[in-house]
């Protein structure tokens, strides 16, 4: 890392905790605090709302560039602001990227590989709670989701949301064409068919 250098990465996952700036605010400070102990400048910082689960999250690719291109170490608040896969976080070690957590800023590889592994951990037990969550719901009769899919969004005056969600349920059948043409190929003709096999 070019001597104190830094470019700092905050992440909030809704659009509610950006705007309340509340999330934003707490990283922000911590990252400071980090920086002042240190000694260390800022040479930028990049502000996301984003789910952790995304790996193609715009500013932290812009960040991670930034940081290549001025041999700068990316600061982060918490890794699971980062992510909660531990595959991603392993993948940026060795991407060549120093990056430091504001919260445990002495950890090394080993440390931050054993904490990816237990982020991953965590991300699957909060999805496990919410999914027996959704289904004690379900099983009490609330309905879930929202019936008339993207449609609702119109009302909202949000075509560019809509045409978005069309688009990408037309890239995801036009990746499964393949897929399907080569179980047909092989004789399985339906769903049914497919799991006795």
Known sequence: MAKG????????????????GLGLEAQRTAVA?????????????????ESSK????????????????????LVIAKLDRLSRDAHFLLSLQKAGVEFVAADMPEANEMV???LAVTVQGERKMISDRTKAALAVAKERGVKLGNP?????????????AVAK????????????TDIVRD?????????RASQTN
Not at 6 to 15: E, W
Not at 33 to 46: I, M, N, P, Q
Not at 183 to 189: L, P, W
């Open 54 to 73: 995304r790996a193609d999250r715009p500013k932290l690719t812009k960040a991670l560039a930034h940081c290549k291109v001025t041999s700068a170490a």
């Open 112 to 114: 931050i590989g054993i």
């Open 183 to 191: 179980i047909e190929a092989s004789g399985v003709r339906t769903v």
């Open 5 to 20: 250098r830094c470019i700092s990465y905050l992440r909030v996952s809704t659009d509610r905790q950006g705007k309340s």
């Open 148 to 160: 008339n899919g993207a449609a609702h969004l119109r009302g909202l005056g949000n075509d560019a």
């Open 165 to 176: 969600v069309r688009e990408l349920a037309r890239e995801r059948a036009k990746s499964l």
């Open 33 to 49: 605090t980090l920086l002042k102990a240190r000694g260390w400048s800022l040479l930028t910082e990049c502000r996301e709302v």
